[in-house]
């Protein structure tokens, strides 16, 4: 009797375990913050939507999309000078051709960084975006920069 108890303590506590597993994100086992893979898909979503808008040279209606529910939007001179920017850069460099995702960080559970790229006739531009998932909105944009600095990306 003492052995089948033993082994259904066993089960259920291997069955909690991965459970709590599946439930949590994935974590650096240097840092202990969410790894990349950790990112909601609904972030993926939401800014891949934002540079398929962007390469149909629809600025205004991308950032309206990217910052609904972000106190950015309701900034109105901050939203006009990135919708601004943004046309002054497309006019200098063309029109984005195509988007890629460079990278993502955590800086805690409730701040995190995507990182893109957008490709134009001559050279890329990057792009960070960062969210705050706040407890009363869940994830936000609250931060958009881009410029021509790619070559920021990589490490010296």
């Known amino acids: 009797m003492n052995i089948l108890f033993t ?14 597993q599946q439930d949590s994100p994935q974590r650096d086992n240097r840092t202990g913050l969410p790894t990349a893979s950790a990112v909601p898909k609904e972030l993926y979503s939401q800014s ?10 629809n600025i205004d209606d991308a950032f309206d999309q990217l910052l609904q529910g ?29 988007y890629e995702r460079v990278s993502d960080e955590y800086v805690t559970e409730s701040l995190m960084r995507l ?21 009363k909105r869940g994830w936000i944009i609250i931060n958009i920069k881009f410029d021509d600095e790619a070559e920021f990306f990589f490490e010296d």
Not at 48 to 57: C, D
Request: with cysteine; proline share 4%.
């Open 70 to 98: 972000s106190p950015i939007r309701d900034k109105k001179e901050q939203f006009q000078r990135l919708v601004d920017q943004t046309k002054r850069a497309f006019q200098l460099y063309g029109n984005a051709q195509g």
């Open 7 to 20: 082994i259904l303590v066993i089960f259920l506590c291997t069955n909690f375990t991965a459970q709590a």
């Open 48 to 57: 891949a939507t934002f540079f398929k808008t962007l390469t149909l040279s």
């Open 115 to 135: 990182r893109y790229i957008t490709m134009h006739d001559d050279l890329p531009m990057r792009w960070i975006l960062t969210y705050y998932k706040s407890p």
